[in-house]
């Protein structure tokens, strides 16, 4: 039985090497010929290649009596064709909450909260969205430090 297998593969083996490689000829004395290259989607490691990167720095200040203050964060992305990245930016609540006591509150209001890459490829564009602080509400405050939280979030859309 071992050596019926072993023949097999042997005939086997033979008939590879009978499969005519499949290249372009050029004969010894010249002429041309065409080869077709591809790329893939995918990087060297197996992974997709399409990506994007969302950069929100970790902390941000508004001075006190601010009552209009610009935010950026940056989109990196190398997509699809027809494809961006839209953030949003938001948060529930819309107030700042006392660091050392929770007591006191400071209310504020979002704006441009939406930005959309207008390409598949885009290397560091800036979005800025705003933090608006009434008059009325600074009025109102104990001086103090006062934080919150903001939530981004990041999808792909047809542009």
């Not at 023949?7 to 499949?22: K, S």
């Amino acid at each position: 039985m071992k050596k019926l297998l072993a023949m097999a593969l042997a005939v086997v083996m033979m008939l590879a090497v009978c499969v005519p490689a499949f290249a372009a000829d050029i004969t010894t004395d010249g002429g041309t010929g065409t080869a077709i290259i591809k790329t893939s989607t995918q990087t060297a490691g197996g992974e997709d290649g399409a990506g994007f990167t969302v950069t929100i720095p970790a902390e941000n200040t508004i001075y006190w009596d601010a009552q209009s203050t610009s935010l950026t964060y940056t989109v990196t992305s190398q997509l699809g064709p027809n494809t961006g990245v839209q953030v949003t930016v938001d948060d529930t609540d819309k107030a700042y909450v006392m660091t050392d006591e929770n007591d006191y509150t400071l209310a504020y209001t979002l704006a441009d909260t939406t930005g959309i890459t207008t390409s598949p490829v885009v290397n560091a564009q800036a979005f800025a969205y705003t933090v608006n602080v009434a008059e009325a509400a600074w009025n109102a405050a104990v001086v103090s430090e006062y934080a919150d939280e903001l939530t981004f979030t990041a999808e792909l859309v047809a542009i």
